[in-house]
């Protein structure tokens, strides 16, 4: 079974700093997707960004940028120029042949003004 | 284009009575997921539906079931409530099943609470 871990409950960083949360991941497949879903106070799950495993690039979606390294089993979110909106819990979500969102335990960020 | 709703948003049951709570996906979307979110264990899948039928089923007891209708809205239902069912009880669509690169859509959910 696929298992996600990330092993920073909270976070915190200055508005305008950058920010990056750790995720790594267990899997035997080889194909597979990894997202980085957004959950603010409101609830609503957001998704953040995508990464499919067999791109080499990592993606990138305006200030959001991740840093996946396949071999290493690792998938971390940077989050350039923080604002005061990005405050959230942040997870980490595994997405394979199962079909399912596997996530991990999340990342409570906070943005200091 | 309207999100996914989920009614109720939220609720207070008592242990060993039964709930039922609704899905309404995004318009077009035909596959629908159904997720537990609690303090404890995080977020855990529940189960998948496609076309009106199952297609994939996390760990949870029998109690928890499940169904889609022809206008792809879904419903789970937890029977015999227990003190451990409260949660955050998610829904998220998604345009299609036959791939799994596809970006799911979640609703606010709905908070169970039982007492």
Excluded at chain 1, 83 to 88: I, S, T
Excluded at chain 2, 56 to 68: A, L, M, T, V
């Amino acid at each position: 079974a696929q298992t996600v871990t990330q092993s920073q409950p909270e976070m915190s960083v200055q508005e305008a700093e950058t920010v990056t949360l750790s995720c790594t991941y267990d899997t035997s497949e080889s194909d597979y997707y990894l997202f980085w879903y957004k959950q603010p106070p409101s609830r609503q799950m957001i998704l953040v960004i995508r990464q499919e495993a067999y791109k080499q690039q990592n993606a990138t979606e305006n200030r959001f940028s991740v840093n996946f390294q396949k071999a290493a089993k690792s998938f971390s979110l940077k989050i350039s120029d923080s604002q005061l909106g990005d405050a959230a819990m942040y997870f980490c979500a595994y997405r394979g042949s199962a079909r399912q969102l596997t996530f991990g335990s999340g990342t409570q960020l906070t943005v200091l003004p | 284009k309207a999100g996914v709703t989920q009614t109720p948003r939220y609720l207070i049951k008592t242990r060993g009575q039964q709930v039922t709570l609704s899905c309404s996906p995004i318009s077009g979307h035909r596959s629908v997921s159904w997720y537990q979110q609690t303090p404890g264990q995080g977020l855990q899948f529940l189960f998948e539906y496609f076309s009106e039928t199952q297609r994939n089923k996390g760990n949870f007891p029998g109690r928890f079931s499940g169904r889609q209708f022809s206008n792809s809205r879904s419903e789970m239902n937890v029977s015999t409530l227990e003190l451990g069912d409260s949660a955050l009880y998610l829904c998220a669509s998604s345009p299609r099943t036959s791939s799994y690169a596809g970006e799911l859509f979640f609703g606010e959910g709905s908070r169970l609470t039982v007492l």
